[in-house]
């Protein structure tokens, strides 16, 4: 039998991205799973950002499908890169709108409604390295996921009791439409890849792989578990050093 044979998991944000990847992979686990989203091939309309359109998905989402015990919070949006002078306030607002606001209300919606309903189960939000490890001009998107991440900590410790768990991934660099830009520029993937000890660019099913895991395991709860291959463990200089040394041993001769 599949792990989640008969859960029913909503994921907002679940038409693209890391979102669709993660509605794959819980189906593939036997969840019936449902992706909410504004735009895309998703099942019921939400704008995350909303609590009426939340309270009006998780209502239409239970009549169709039935009560959801496992959540996915996936939807977000890549705020506005900049420096924090150049910033305006109606970005930052729209920004923490989806990736916050959002979060906290797909979150308490559906906790609620498992709470009533006397399901355990587990959520996870995607937070990012970003919200760990900060970068020039990311201020507004690390802003937010920073806050997912210790919303996510303090969620765990009240929905303990009631047999909900709630973890946080943080991906690194991982190809979705949100990057895509960045991912066709060759210079970007040899440097990403230069800084990350697996090699290579993360995906939407390595990142949806890593929340199966965290979903599946009943003693992880409370953590924010970075899904980057490693990059956040090596600094720029770090980075330098492994490259020269890479090159260095390229270059000797066989034994």
């Given at each position: 039998?599949?792990?989640?044979?008969?859960?029913?998991?909503?994921?907002?944000?679940?038409?693209?991205?890391?979102?669709?990847?993660?509605?794959?992979?819980?189906?593939?686990?036997?969840?019936?799973?449902?992706?909410?989203?504004?735009?895309?091939?998703?099942?019921?309309?939400?704008?995350?950002?909303?609590?009426?359109?939340?309270?009006?998905?998780?209502?239409?989402?239970?009549?169709?499908?039935?009560?959801?015990?496992?959540?996915?919070?996936?939807?977000?949006?890549?705020?506005?890169?900049?420096?924090?002078?150049?910033?305006?306030?109606?970005?930052?607002?729209?920004?923490?709108?989806?990736?916050?606001?959002?979060?906290?209300?797909?979150?308490?919606?559906?906790?609620?409604?498992?709470?009533?309903?006397?399901?355990?189960?587990?959520?996870?939000?995607?937070?990012?390295?970003?919200?760990?490890?900060?970068?020039?001009?990311?201020?507004?998107?690390?802003?937010?996921?920073?806050?997912?991440?210790?919303?996510?900590?303090?969620?765990?410790?009240?929905?303990?009791?009631?047999?909900?768990?709630?973890?946080?991934?943080?991906?690194?660099?991982?190809?979705?439409?949100?990057?895509?830009?960045?991912?066709?520029?060759?210079?970007?993937?040899?440097?990403?890849?230069?800084?990350?000890?697996?090699?290579?660019?993360?995906?939407?099913?390595?990142?949806?792989d890593a929340v199966v895991n965290v979903m599946r395991s009943e003693?992880?709860?409370?953590?924010?578990?970075?899904?980057?291959?490693?990059?956040?463990?090596?600094?720029?200089?770090?980075?330098?050093?492994?490259?020269?040394?890479?090159?260095?041993?390229?270059?000797?001769?066989?034994?």
């Open positions: 039998m599949r792990i989640f044979e008969g859960r029913v998991a909503v994921v907002s944000g679940g038409s693209s991205g890391i979102g669709a990847g993660c509605v794959e992979a819980l189906r593939d686990e036997g969840a019936t799973a449902v992706a909410w989203d504004v735009a895309g091939d998703y099942d019921v309309y939400c704008d995350v950002s909303d609590e009426a359109s939340v309270l009006a998905a998780l209502d239409e989402t239970e009549r169709r499908f039935g009560i959801p015990s496992l959540h996915v919070a996936s939807a977000g949006v890549r705020g506005y890169p900049a420096p924090i002078t150049d910033i305006p306030v109606d970005a930052w607002d729209a920004a923490f709108g989806v990736n916050v606001r959002g979060v906290f209300l797909t979150l308490r919606s559906i906790a609620r409604r498992m709470i009533e309903a006397g399901l355990d189960g587990s959520i996870v939000t995607v937070s990012s390295v970003q919200g760990v490890v900060p970068d020039p001009v990311l201020s507004l998107y690390s802003a937010t996921k920073a806050a997912v991440y210790q919303m996510t900590r303090v969620a765990a410790i009240e929905l303990g009791p009631h047999g909900i768990r709630v973890n946080a991934i943080g991906p690194g660099p991982t190809i979705t439409s949100m990057t895509q830009g960045l991912a066709e520029s060759d210079e970007w993937r040899r440097q990403v890849e230069e800084m990350t000890p697996l090699g290579r660019v993360g995906t939407p099913k390595l990142i949806a003693w992880i709860t409370g953590q924010c578990i970075l899904t980057d291959g490693g990059s956040s463990l090596i600094s720029a200089r770090g980075a330098t050093r492994a490259r020269l040394h890479t090159q260095e041993l390229s270059g000797r001769a066989p034994n």
